[in-house]
Nanobody, 119 residues
Framework: QVQIVESGGGLVQPGGSLRLSCVAS????????MAWYYQAPGKQRELAAA???????HYADSVKGRFTISRDNAKNTVYLQMNSLKPEDTAVYYC?????????????WGQGTQVTVPS
């Protein structure tokens, strides 16, 4: 079982920045696909950014050019650098890890970290 723990959320003024961190347990972190999702109040959870084990990155249009996802395999950590934050970025941000073992896909989620950008 892989444990996922996010940190770094908080209250930030519009135009400000935050860096979220996500630590995943397990010795196979370098093989995990990792992603950040966000869920605003009353809305569905949406993908913000993803990075696979090979370093390929995908961003949602809503965050492209403002958010940067990166990973440090030596620290079992994935980051989400969030710049130029807007009130519509207010959400709980979740980290997801994906592990494939003998062709079986496993997904692991953290508990989330709140990001609030007041209007």
């Amino acid at each position: 079982q892989v444990q996922i723990v996010e940190s770094g959320g908080g209250l930030v003024q519009p135009g400000g920045s935050l860096r979220l961190s996500c630590v995943a347990s397990g010795s196979g972190f370098s093989t995990y696909g990792m992603a950040w999702y966000y869920q605003a109040p009353g809305k569905q959870r949406e993908l913000a950014a993803a990075i696979n084990s090979g370093g390929a990155i995908h961003y949602a249009d809503s965050v492209k050019g403002r958010f940067t996802i990166s990973r440090d395999n030596a620290k079992n950590t994935v980051y989400l650098q969030m710049n130029s934050l807007k009130p519509e970025d207010t959400a709980v941000y979740y980290c997801k890890g994906v592990q494939v073992v003998f062709g079986q896909r496993y997904e692991y989620w953290g508990q989330g970290t709140q990001v609030t950008v007041p209007s």
